[in-house]
């Protein structure tokens, strides 16, 4: 029991770092920044003042001694607007634990500022039955997690871009890792390494102590590496870490990975009418 609930909490305290930022394309590539800092500093502000459509892949994978526990795989189209309530994607969650049967999948659409949600196939342990889709405000989903709310049902993904890459950025220096080809492209490389204590401050802000509360025993001692990688179009393609944690006196590695790729991809969603509106995660 103690290793499934340590395997939720991981995915649970993974939650912030799936926010991390990918940036949009720029009309032409820029001057090549002077400083590893300042050109991870231009490619975020580039995220944040011209938005863009792309596709999302992100994978939160656990281990314990060397052994694999749990994989969450999160990919599908999303839009970052700079208008309020303006983002929106439509995203799919995907769980698998070896030994166990296929967890199943998880849907999300975001758009107009509520967060739909269908976890009706999505068996992972520590997470209520739910059918059909449900509906949440998305100020109220993260003010739920600050707030410490005491459901065990939490959606895995939200559309929050750039807050993670602006909180690194106001951490510590980056400094540069060469060059290196992902996904067919040649991209820039750049690693920031933190102590414990300012990977909490920079990965969870405002949720950094209802997380922690709520999952009751979670250590990082261990200094921990980002790497954010910049692309073609001065925009970001890649931003992960792995460090070493315990969870519930469980130690396990948790490696968090982002890519994003098809800048400019068009696409749209359609909200579920049939939706039932929830008030708050407490009442999952």
């Keep these: 029991?103690?290793?499934?609930?340590?395997?939720?909490?991981s995915a649970l305290l993974s939650l912030p770092l799936l926010l991390a930022a990918c940036g949009s394309t720029a009309s032409s590539a820029p001057t090549k920044p002077a400083t590893p800092q300042t050109a991870v500093e231009s490619a975020?502000?580039?995220?944040?003042?011209?938005?863009?459509?792309?596709?999302?892949?992100?994978?939160?994978?656990?281990?314990?001694?060397?052994?694999?526990?749990?994989?969450?795989?999160?990919?599908?189209?999303?839009?970052?607007?700079?208008?309020?309530?303006?983002?929106?994607?439509a995203l799919t969650v995907a769980t698998v634990i070896p030994g166990q049967s296929n967890e199943g999948s998880m849907s999300e659409i975001i758009d107009n500022g509520n967060l739909y949600v269908n976890a009706t196939d999505f068996r992972l342990s520590g997470i209520h039955k739910i059918n059909g889709w449900i509906s949440i405000?998305?100020?109220?989903?993260?003010?739920?997690?600050?707030?410490?709310?005491?459901?065990?049902?939490?959606?895995?993904?939200?559309?929050?871009?750039?807050?993670?890459?602006?909180?690194?950025?106001?951490?510590?220096?980056?400094?540069?890792?060469?060059?290196?080809?992902?996904?067919?492209?040649?991209?820039?490389?750049?690693?920031?390494?933190?102590?414990?204590?300012?990977?909490?401050?920079?990965?969870?802000?405002?949720?950094?102590?209802?997380?922690?509360?709520?999952?009751?025993?979670?250590?990082?001692?261990?200094?921990?590496?980002?790497?954010?990688?910049?692309?073609?179009?001065n925009h970001i393609a890649f931003i992960g870490t792995?460090?070493?944690?315990?969870?519930?006196?469980?130690?396990?590695?948790?490696?968090?990975n982002q890519q994003c790729t098809n800048y400019g991809v068009k696409f749209s969603v359609s909200p579920p009418k049939s939706a039932k509106p929830v008030t708050s995660l407490s009442t999952l």
């Excluded at 029991?1 to 909490?9: C, D, E, H, L, Q």
């Design 44 to 89: 975020y502000h580039q995220a944040v003042t011209s938005p863009n459509s792309y596709h999302l892949t992100s994978t939160v994978t656990t281990t314990h001694n060397g052994a694999l526990m749990q994989t969450i795989t999160i990919s599908g189209d999303v839009h970052d607007s700079l208008k309020s309530n303006g983002s929106y994607g």
């Design 242 to 256: 792995t460090f070493p944690a315990t969870i519930f006196k469980i130690p396990v590695t948790l490696t968090i």
């Design 137 to 233: 405000p998305v100020a109220k989903y993260h003010s739920d997690l600050s707030s410490n709310t005491k459901s065990s049902f939490f959606p895995l993904v939200s559309i929050n871009q750039s807050d993670l890459l602006g909180s690194l950025l106001k951490s510590g220096k980056f400094v540069s890792a060469g060059t290196t080809t992902l996904a067919g492209q040649k991209v820039d490389s750049y690693k920031l390494t933190l102590t414990a204590t300012q990977f909490a401050h920079a990965a969870y802000g405002t949720m950094a102590k209802g997380i922690v509360r709520t999952t009751e025993a979670f250590s990082v001692k261990a200094p921990i590496t980002f790497t954010v990688d910049v692309g073609s179009g």
């Design 1 to 9: 029991m103690k290793r499934n609930t340590a395997v939720f909490a």
